[in-house]
């Protein structure tokens, strides 16, 4: 716990303590650990190179044949492979996320009346309710009706 | 008109037949000039200075910049979670797939984007956490304590594996460097340091301000650092000469927040009443917001559509064209059931990678998500009206 909570007119500056040279103790949270820094390797870059790696490929292959024409169409057998698994994403998404129609319950005439008992259940609405307030959370309700009789 | 910025010019030139009416009106007034004046020369320099420096053709000319429109914001979810208020969060910027918030109850958690569902809680802290900050180039989360630390958290293990000691009081921000391996921090004890990532040793400590500090931001090239803190002012950082480059003491009050623009090379800065954007990498004035009346500004975000958001500590929610400064949105936030009436503040705020979605970290100790609504369009839903004030220009 440190004392930059409590209030003071003015808090210790950095700027006094920026000269200070250091002294020969060496405290345990400063010792190294972790010595290596690690990067993030990005998938589209992976996929760039590898596109371009094709495209340097097919230009060296092509020193007779027109090089244009070969790029065209590794560009567009990608564009196809791209499609394609976009189209393959799409469907899964569709079949994860289509809900099936639900099948109407066999209810009876009684829950459609006016005073019938899932019409007028007053404490079904309010179970779950988020209120801000600690002390008005269901559990502490709980938890005081059951310590206080 | 030479000195006109292109889009403004195009503005011009495409309402230029709609004007014909005031332009002969000016000419007249000009004719009359011009037969009371008697010499050729005096004749001339009252036409240019008229062209120029005239209330009349500048608050014409403000007219003429018509803003962009954008659609309305409308609250899409509100998360209950934390124990105490939400006071940083970030997004994930490189997958977007998820969002950190860290709170006064000291635990920083990670939310799921789409769900919405709780991810994962870090405890680590002893004290609120202030700031936070997702690095681009490694798998790790910086965060900012009131306990004088930032905490260096990999995102692989999911546990902190750094602390970089040596700030004297609490740290209030930290930001990484978008290009080097450095990340900068500050808070009350009024100096932002630079800390070497994987050493955890503090590079260089940049004295000038003379209040605590509230935010920094690091950019790629000169001036690497920006911040802003509580003695009114904004100073851009020079770190190779290891002092400040340019101070802005524009703002009467604490500035409570800077933001970055996602493509232009500018920022935006905030105190009571008053949002201020500033060219970089000279730092001069480029736009005065109409913010008059916003009350304490503690939040700003813009997002790459060119939209400002500030959130005010009363509730307030101001949404600005960043071009021209036109508040086109004024909304209040709804507090949680049961809060309190000063439980209704906003602390935080981002926009996500796409810039489609607001998020925002509240007093009522709520996340609430904010989206823009798809079916709105400029006829039905205009926004505010357009009634730029002489002070709120684009220079």
């Known amino acids: 716990m440190s004392t930059s909570h409590r209030p003071q007119l003015e808090s210790r500056s950095g700027a006094k303590a920026a000269g200070y040279t ?128 | 008109m030479a000195t006109l910025p292109t889009h403004l010019q195009q503005e011009l030139n495409d309402h230029k037949a709609t004007l014909k009416n005031f332009n002969t009106a000016t000419e007249d007034i000009l004719q009359k000039n011009m037969a009371t004046s008697k010499s050729l020369a005096v004749r001339e320099t009252s036409a240019a200075s008229f062209d120029n420096h005239s209330a009349l053709e500048r608050r014409r000319q403000l007219f003429m910049q018509k803003p962009k429109w954008h659609a309305s914001w409308k609250l899409h979810t509100v998360i209950n979670g934390h124990l105490g208020w939400v006071r940083c969060v970030a997004t994930d910027c490189v997958s977007n797939k998820w969002f950190v918030t860290g709170s006064n109850d000291t635990t920083i958690k990670v939310w799921d984007m789409s769900t919405n569902k709780l991810k994962l809680t870090l405890a680590g802290h002893a004290m609120g956490v202030r700031g936070l900050a997702v690095s681009k180039r490694h798998p790790y989360m910086f965060s900012a304590s009131e306990d004088k630390l930032v905490k260096c958290w990999d995102l692989e293990k999911n546990a902190a594996i750094r602390d970089y000691y040596g700030h004297h009081s609490g740290v209030h921000t930290v930001a990484i460097h978008p290009t080097l391996d450095l990340i900068a921090s500050a808070g009350r004890d009024s100096v932002v340091k630079l800390w070497d990532i994987r050493t955890k040793e503090a590079v260089v400590t940049l004295v000038g301000h003379k209040g605590p500090i509230n935010k920094v931001y690091c950019l790629p090239v000169d001036p690497q650092i920006v911040s802003c803190s509580t003695d009114a002012t904004v100073i851009l950082w020079d770190i190779i000469a290891g002092k400040g480059m340019k101070t802005l003491t524009h703002h009467k009050r604490n500035v409570r927040d800077l933001a970055l623009h996602p493509n232009e090379f500018s920022f935006a800065s905030a105190c009571t009443d008053d949002i201020r954007s500033w060219r970089l990498p000279e730092g001069s004035l480029l736009t005065n917001f109409a913010s008059q009346e916003t009350g304490i500004i503690n939040t700003l975000s813009i997002n790459e559509d060119g939209v400002l958001f500030a959130g005010s500590d009363n509730g307030a929610m101001s949404f600005y064209d960043y071009k021209s400064g036109h508040l086109y949105q004024s909304t209040m936030t709804r507090a949680t059931k049961g809060s309190l009436e000063s439980e209704k503040g906003i602390l935080t705020s981002t926009f996500d990678k796409s810039g489609f979605t607001l998020i925002t970290g509240e007093t009522d100790k709520s996340i609430k998500i904010w989206k823009q609504s798809v079916e709105s369009n400029p006829t039905d839903d205009p926004g505010l009206p357009w009634n730029p004030m002489s002070s709120s220009q684009r220079f």
């Open chain 1, 22 to 149: 250091s002294t020969s103790i060496e405290h345990a949270r400063s010792l190294p650990g972790h010595k290596t820094i690690k990067y993030r390797v990005t998938e589209p870059d992976v996929i760039r190179s590898e596109d371009e790696d094709k495209i340097m490929i097919a230009d060296e292959n092509q020193k007779h044949k027109n090089t244009e024409d070969t790029v065209k169409k590794v560009v567009e057998t990608n564009e196809q492979d791209t499609t394609k698994s976009l189209i393959k994403i799409s469907k899964e998404q569709r079949a994860k996320y289509s809900v099936s129609k639900p099948v109407p319950k066999n209810k009876g005439w009684r829950s459609s009346t006016t005073f019938s008992r899932n019409r007028n259940d007053k404490s079904k609405g309010e179970k779950d309710e988020y209120v801000n307030n600690i002390t008005k959370s269901s559990y502490h309700q709980d938890f005081i009706r059951k310590i206080t009789k």
